[in-house]
DNA sequence: CCTTGACCTTCCAGTTACTGGAAAGATTAT
DNA sequence: ATAATCTTTCCAGTAACTGGAAGGTCAAGG
């Protein structure tokens, strides 16, 4: 399929895929006008990239992340101390997501517009880690 | 306190507390030195800022979540618009993450070396959302 | 008092990860 | 055939840092 389409499908802005297979995250085939041609696992791929930076992974720990399944001859220690740490980093910013949803409640349900200049939402904001 | 000291408590770089403050996230006093001076309630914001950007939100969105509760002047209402659509957002990226989790630990349990060239991992990649 | 080292300051340049736009070729719709 | 809508590459600009130089400040030791 063309770029415009497997865009749509991944939730990615066309540049960004010319980007990602210009720093070599992506390889798609090439149809013989030379359009990029993308497959169905491009595509997963795509949206896998668009979900884990949208969760604040950076490009290269994404490249990591690709190579946890691409690689097939990484030997499988490393496949799983590498997949094990990313879960600790995953456990943390869910903790983390759930800490800002409680602040963002408490503010919806305790601050409605007759907050006084001691709003205890700031002292929470931190979280309790 | 130092800025210094100010970066130990937030987890952010001295140099990204410096850029935080050119673009107007955050305005800490000013010792007779001429050194900034950080209360605790300036290292909630920029502890705050460290976990919100590290979960994938944008500096303007970040912006936006400090103004939550830092504008006592804005109407009710829109408060509690810009955080239910966060809070949306929120709940977006733990599911994410927890499809992400589930991705990961099934590579952990299933593709311990043996991997054929049709693993799994790669179908359910992209999430079932 | 003086110096040494660890702070801090500003400023300017470089990096990462896109993002927009120009110029031109390919495909599709009328 | 021609216009609209793709697509290509390339080059420049932006966002969000990040590193380094040049210099001021401060607390400790000689």
Redesign the pocket.
């Known amino acids: 399929m063309?770029?415009?389409?497997a865009s749509e499908r991944s939730g990615l802005?066309?540049?960004?895929i010319?980007?990602y297979e210009d720093i070599g995250l992506l390889k798609p085939d090439r149809a013989d006008?030379?359009?990029?041609d993308y497959s169905v696992s491009d595509v997963h791929k795509l949206r896998f990239l668009q979900r884990s930076?949208g969760l604040g992974f950076?490009?290269?720990e994404c490249r990591q992340l690709l190579a946890l399944y691409e690689d097939k001859h990484r030997a499988s220690a490393d496949v799983k101390s590498m997949a094990q740490s990313k879960l600790q980093e995953i456990d943390r910013k869910i903790t983390e997501l759930r800490e800002l949803q409680h602040t963002l409640n408490h503010l919806v349900a305790h601050c409605h517009g007759d907050q006084r200049p001691d709003c205890p939402i700031l002292e929470n904001i931190s979280g309790s880690s």
Not at 2 to 5: M, T, V, Y
Not at 13 to 16: G, L, Q, R, W
């Open positions: 063309n770029i415009g389409n802005p066309a540049k960004t010319r980007y006008n030379g359009y990029r930076r950076s490009v290269e």
